[in-house]
């Protein structure tokens, strides 16, 4: 499976665009790239995920460099509740399992 | 449902006690998996059922560890004679099955076990 580095921590301004970077460089063709959040004391929830195209949402927006060996899930506007550990994750080839690794621990603050 | 629930969402129970944690998918889902997560710590999978197949139960960390599914939907993970180190937030989530734009699982809130 492919492995995700995340830094293991970042701080952001309130209003301010949080951009989270992530590392796949061994991801292979047809493997995607999902973005997972856990704020305290709940479930991981689900953010965004794409292939190769930058994906938009509700949520964030997801842009992936065209030699696909890194991401980056940006916050366009980040509140206080935004504060969470932000998970990236590469889904193996045809397969429904995800492997959360450390993540990064996101800080907004005011 | 319109989530995943589970319940307890708090156990306390002395060490050595069995206990009981339950998973209800979301409505159709297909698959459903168990991961757990002590203090601090990441996501480790546990179980993993999908439809009719035999569960992956690689990440089982003993033998005192089980789940079932039954009829496709609710599941319960049993830990058998509780250990301390078994205390830990237990997650379960669910999803549909698919290929390619697979749109990931829903997870629920999970059940906090604490072991004294």
């Known amino acids: 499976d492919a492995k995700t580095t995340q830094p293991p921590s970042m701080d952001c301004a309130e209003g301010r665009a949080a951009n989270l970077p992530c590392n796949h460089s061994t991801i292979s063709g047809n493997e995607y790239v999902y973005w997972y959040r856990q704020i305290h004391s709940q479930g991981p929830q689900y953010i965004i995920h794409?292939?190769?195209n930058n994906e938009t949402n509700e949520m964030a927006s997801l842009i992936i460099t065209e030699d696909r060996k890194s991401s980056t899930l940006i916050l366009p506007h980040a509140t206080l509740r935004d504060t969470a550990v932000y998970y990236c994750i590469v889904r193996p080839n045809a397969g429904n399992m995800l492997t959360f690794g450390g993540g990064t621990r996101l800080m907004v603050k005011p | 449902g319109a989530g995943v629930s589970q319940s307890p969402s708090n156990k306390v129970t002395e060490k050595g006690k069995d206990v009981e944690l339950r998973c209800d998918p979301i409505?159709?889902?297909?698959?459903l998996y168990w991961y757990r997560q002590s203090l601090g710590q990441g996501l480790e999978f546990l179980i993993y059922f999908q439809g009719n197949s035999a569960p992956d139960k690689s990440g089982l960390p003993s033998d005192r560890f089980s789940a079932e599914r039954t009829g496709g939907s609710v599941s319960t993970l049993t830990i058998q004679r509780t250990q301390q180190e078994d205390s830990a937030v237990y997650l379960c989530?669910?999803?549909?099955?698919?290929?390619?734009?697979?749109?990931?699982?829903?997870f629920g809130s999970g059940t906090r076990l604490t072991v004294v």
């Open positions: 794409g292939l190769k």
């Open positions: 989530a669910s999803s549909l099955v698919g290929q390619g734009n697979w749109y990931g699982y829903t």
């Open positions: 409505s159709g889902h297909t698959a």
